[in-house]
């Protein structure tokens, strides 16, 4: 396993060893050992697939005062997937970091709490799976506008498919301070 820093101090990306021959191939996706070793100490109480097709854009989602952090990876397809640090009071507030996540390079990606995240899909399909360190709490759902332009995210589309809760999701300026993360909670 290799493990990636990013521009976002605790977002990471994992590279599992991957075995394969003729007949497919095999990886850890989890081990909590190896992991912790790396410095992700995570224990998931709950696991999320979702599918979408080409151009659907998924996010800015986030969990707040119950956060979740988040292991995504993708089982079929290719997605450009993003981490946001929406913890008021963090040095990096506000800043983004992205990657590609596929099928064919097996990358996960780790996504701490207090950040937010989403992806949009590359590919003609995706199969997309979470395993988050929170459950769902719809009182603590939240979310920022895709392309809010105080985050200056550079999405490889333009005009991507989205839900009703995205399109209508509130601007960073617009969220009232108290629904924010706290850097170091």
Not at 24 to 53: C, D, L, Y
Request: glycine share 8%; charged share 20%.
């Amino acid at each position: 396993m290799r493990v990636i820093g990013t521009d976002l101090p605790g977002c990471r990306i994992i590279e599992p060893a991957v075995f394969g021959d003729a007949r497919g191939a095999f990886f850890e996706n989890w081990n909590a050992a190896r992991f912790a070793e790396a410095g992700i100490h995570a224990t998931f109480v709950q696991a999320n697939v979702s599918t979408s097709v080409q151009g659907v854009l998924r996010g800015l989602h986030y969990q707040w005062p119950n956060p979740q952090g988040k292991l995504v990876q993708v089982l079929e397809g290719e997605v450009w997937d993003v981490a946001v640090d929406l913890r008021r009071g963090s040095p990096t507030f506000r800043r983004w970091t992205a990657c590609v996540l596929s099928a064919a390079n097996h990358r996960q990606f780790w996504i701490p709490e207090g950040f937010a995240h989403g992806f949009v899909v590359l590919s003609e399909r995706a199969t997309f799976s979470y395993l988050c360190t929170a459950l769902y709490d719809r009182s603590c759902d939240a979310a920022v506008r895709w392309n809010d332009a105080h985050l200056a995210i550079d999405w490889p589309v333009s005009a991507p498919t989205l839900s009703e809760k995205d399109a209508k999701a509130p601007f960073l300026a617009d969220i009232p301070v108290e629904r924010l993360p706290v850097f170091g909670a």
